[in-house]
């Protein structure tokens, strides 16, 4: 089953802040956060590879809670340029499957 | 560093036709997947290769839909007989991976091939 994200989508004001979730009903090992821009193909913002990691660049975080299989992306003091699809992705162990959560819509207004 | 090239971008067929596209990883990238996502889903996983071998193929690649990826190089995804629910964004990413089974490396993304099935 494909990680479940929330909110499905939210829409803030140039300065604020988000959080978007990712939860699994299966062990994560591993989660990945990309963006995807309309049009475009999703390009990588980090990767957290251990329960409780936490990692961040610029105004952009994330948190791994592997107990409760789940990952937090943080935006911070939002931009325009964080608008855009935001996606966790995940392995699925004991398989090869890289796949990805339901997504999460970002919009960013002046 | 190219980059992901994916070939071609659009793609309009009638429905029953046959379709091939084409996807160039980024060199000495041993990690191959292949996904679909229609608009406003995420991308949802067809296939992986490690270089030539494909070691896992989800329940949605019918028996239409067929992959390869020769000398572990580029690859091509067949679909056969298409119908109008295949239309979708075709999307490639390639990795690089030390771990066998751990996918510890970020996944580069192709722009992917757009898929419309009249």
């Known amino acids: 089953q494909q990680p479940v994200q929330s909110p499905q989508a939210v829409i803030l004001r140039e300065g604020e802040d988000a959080v978007i979730n990712c939860s699994s009903s299966?062990?994560?090992?591993?989660v990945h956060w990309y963006r995807q821009k309309h049009g475009e193909a999703p390009v990588f913002l980090m990767i957290l590879l251990k329960g409780g990691e936490q990692k961040g660049h610029d105004k952009i975080s994330a948190s791994f809670n592997e107990k409760k299989q789940q990952s937090s992306l943080y935006l911070t003091a939002s931009q325009l340029s964080y608008s855009g699809t935001y996606f966790c992705?995940?392995?699925?162990?004991?398989?090869?499957?890289?796949?990805f959560g339901t997504g999460t819509r970002l919009k960013v207004l002046a | 560093d190219t980059g992901v090239s994916q070939d071609p971008r659009h793609k309009i067929t009638k429905r029953g036709q046959n379709v091939t596209f084409r996807c160039d990883p980024i060199?000495?990238?041993?990690?191959l997947y292949w996904y679909r996502q229609t608009l406003g889903q995420g991308p949802e996983f067809l296939t992986y290769f490690q270089n030539e071998a494909q070691l896992e193929k989800s329940r949605l690649l019918s028996d239409r839909f067929s992959a390869e990826r020769p000398k572990g190089s580029f690859s091509t995804l067949e679909i056969q007989r298409t119908e109008q629910g295949d239309s979708a964004m075709y999307l490639c990413a390639s990795s690089t991976g030390t771990d066998f089974i751990a996918t510890n490396e970020k996944l580069f993304f192709g722009s992917g091939t757009q898929l419309s099935v009249l």
């Open positions: 299966k062990a994560l090992y591993s």
């Open positions: 992705g995940t392995e699925t162990r004991g398989t090869y499957k890289y796949i």
């Open positions: 060199s000495e990238h041993n990690r």
